[in-house]
């Protein structure tokens, strides 16, 4: 398998994970000083335990994800280490007074870490496509 085809089969794993809303799955695929920046966030969380507690909190609102979609998912290798994964994600998530489907583009950076390849960079924006 190439470095793209293991990148792309560790984004399919974190898509799956959130999608599944398996917090510890998800979690997991993500290097404990990985950056996240989220368009609903007003600020950039720092570390993976900084985005642990915004899902906590986010989940005593009543967040749950339902579904995850990944489409056009496409992958740039940075060397033998360091990969950028695009794709655009549709969401059905939960938010205490009912569902909502997201339209919205992401951007994962991946390093090889330990024969593994995790995220070290999450970035999430509307999708300008999106109805």
Known sequence: MSA???VTAAAAN???AFGAHNRDAYFATFVPE???LFHTSPRLLGNRA???QEWAT????GFRVLGCQSSDGQVRMIGSDCAVFTHTVRTTLADGAGSVETGE???IVFALRDGRWLGV???LS???NYP
């Open 4 to 6: 793209a085809d293991e």
């Open 14 to 16: 974190i898509v799956a």
């Open 34 to 36: 990985a950056t996240f």
């Open 50 to 52: 900084e985005y642990e």
């Open 58 to 61: 986010w989940e005593q609102d």
């Open 105 to 107: 583009r992401e951007t």
């Open 121 to 123: 960079h999450e970035h």
């Open 126 to 128: 509307p999708d300008p």
